[in-house]
């Protein structure tokens, strides 16, 4: 069983940039297909960002109409972690920010078995 732990959230302004990470212990994150989800206070876990087991450069990329163009997915397999850089950064863009592990690559959290506990992201205006 994998263990995912976030970090890198913070309180930034509009147009600034942040990146998280998500470290993962047990099986390598190359095991399986990598997503990023978040959640506003109020509102349901909504899909980000996800990511193929061994996605190439430029490729096997998966976004959100809200955040393409802005966000990049992206993960270092040989010492299981996934990214996420996240530019233009907007006041909707704030939320929990979670990342989960999946066998399969898919935009429905659902999918996804392994979760990690959540990093916040609060973009001022």
């Known amino acids: 069983q994998v263990q995912l732990v976030e970090s890198g959230g913070g309180l930034v302004q509009a147009g600034g940039s942040l990146r998280l990470s998500c470290a993962a212990s047990?099986?390598?994150?190359?095991?399986?297909?990598m997503g990023w989800f978040r959640q506003a206070p109020g509102k349901g876990r909504e899909f980000v960002a996800a990511?193929?087991?061994?996605?190439?450069?430029?490729?096997?990329?998966n976004y959100a109409d809200s955040v393409k163009g802005r966000f990049t997915i992206s993960r270092d397999n040989a010492n299981s972690t996934l990214y996420l850089q996240m530019n233009s950064l907007k006041p909707e863009d704030t939320a929990v920010y979670y990342c989960?592990?999946?066998?399969?690559?898919?935009?429905?959290?659902?999918?996804?078995?392994?979760w990690g506990q959540g990093t916040q992201v609060t973009v001022s205006s």
């Open positions: 990511i193929r087991r061994s996605a190439w450069s430029g490729g096997g990329t």
């Open positions: 047990g099986p390598t994150i190359s095991s399986y297909a």
């Open positions: 989960a592990a999946s066998d399969v690559t898919s935009r429905y959290s659902d999918r996804y078995d392994y």
